[in-house]
């Protein structure tokens, strides 16, 4: 059964600092990983999809990898602000089509 | 409408009483999909649909839960006789086409039962 972990539950740093977020997932037959932003009342918006094929993916301040092998992913985010600030998500798409989710890490930026 | 709505925002029941929930895809969206985000837990599937059929129903909790549906457009679950268990945000997701494409997801239902 696919379980996905996410560390840590929790982070607060200063404004400008550049974060790394981590995912490992324990079955390495996943189509594609995701991780997601979620604001609260706002839904959750996708951030950046890797698929299995793809070792990293950019999107302005933000960089995701993965290495399905290990089965790991990280979210590299540079020089963080306080919009930032949001429960971060990281999904696997797994043999079966479903997503399987990570409990999140909660990140705070302080101005 | 641009994104994924989803209503209503917030449902207050109490126990017994049957809810529905509606989601409205993304124009054009093929897929949907529906998850629960109890709390402190993480988000649960629940079902997928790829135009008005459910390929997949094997997250639906119990058979308390049905969804459907029609158009390939909106969709609703349903839950029957709820219980406090039940309490959670539902969360509605469509895409494009494929299962693998990035989904889109709404703001969800605060549901509460008493």
């Known amino acids: 059964k696919q379980e996905v972990t996410q560390i840590p539950a929790a982070l607060s740093v200063p404004e400008g600092e550049n974060l790394v977020l981590n995912c490992s997932f324990t079955d390495s037959a996943i189509y594609n990983l995701q991780w997601f932003r979620q604001d609260p009342g706002k839904g959750l918006t996708s951030l950046l999809l890797i698929q299995s094929s793809q070792r990293e993916q950019t999107s302005g301040r933000l960089n995701a990898s993965l290495d399905k092998s290990s089965g790991r992913s990280t979210l590299y985010i540079a020089a963080s602000q306080p919009g930032d600030s949001a429960t971060y998500l990281c999904?696997?798409?797994?043999?079966?089509?479903?997503?399987?989710w990570g409990a999140g890490t909660k990140l705070i930026i302080k101005p | 409408g641009a994104g994924v709505s989803q209503s209503p925002s917030n449902k207050v029941t109490e126990k017994g009483k049957d809810v529905e929930l509606r989601c409205d895809p993304i124009s054009g969206h093929t897929a949907l999909y529906w998850y629960r985000q109890s709390l402190g837990q993480g988000l649960e599937f629940l079902i997928y649909?790829?135009?008005?059929?459910?390929?997949?129903k094997s997250g639906l909790p119990s058979d308390r839960f049905s969804a459907e549906r029609t158009g390939g457009s909106v969709s609703t679950l349903t839950i029957q006789r709820t219980q406090q268990e039940d309490s959670a945000v539902y969360l509605c997701a469509s895409s494009p086409g494929q299962v693998q494409e990035t989904q889109y997801f709404g703001p969800g239902t605060r549901l509460l039962v008493l």
């Open positions: 649909f790829q135009g008005n059929s459910a390929p997949d």
């Open positions: 999904a696997v798409l797994d043999s079966n089509y479903q997503l399987i």
